[in-house]
């Protein structure tokens, strides 16, 4: 059974630090595209970063490129994501994803693994105060 347990979310001050990460089980991890996903109260859930098991291709939205990097430990089957200089706007539930079983997967803008068909955390809640 695949699961994916987030843990590292808090309330942090805004230009705080924090650092999610994501256990993976029950799946072979090194192959695997791993990414994270958050909704904010109010919107759409949103691809925010993912890394690309295979290459180590990394994607990153606009609105956090500079301040967020994503990175894997094939060792730990864990994927972290390492938030800095956080803003209000980022306050969201964080969700650890992956598209196994797919392989290899193209780690891009258009990646994001299915929320019925897919692996999905239960979220970590990220809270950034002004």
């Known amino acids: 059974e695949v699961q994916l347990v987030e843990s590292g979310g808090g309330l942090v001050q805004a230009g705080g630090s924090l650092r999610l990460s994501c256990a993976a089980s029950g799946f072979a991890f090194g192959d695997v595209t791993m990414g994270w996903i958050r909704q904010a109260p109010g919107k759409e859930r949103e691809g925010v970063s993912c890394?690309?098991?295979?290459?180590?291709?990394?994607y990153y939205v606009d609105s956090v490129r500079g301040r967020f990097t994503i990175s894997r430990d094939s060792a730990k089957s864990t994927v972290y994501l390492q938030m800095n200089n956080l803003e209000p706007e980022d306050t969201a539930v964080y969700y650890c994803?992956?598209?196994?079983?797919?392989?290899?997967?193209?780690?891009?803008?258009?990646?994001?693994?299915?929320?019925?068909?897919?692996?999905w955390g239960q979220g970590t809640q990220v809270t950034v105060s002004s």
């Open positions: 890394i690309s098991g295979r290459n180590g291709d990394t």
């Open positions: 994803a992956t598209d196994y079983p797919l392989l290899g997967s193209v780690c891009g803008s258009r990646w994001y693994p299915s929320r019925e068909y897919d692996s």
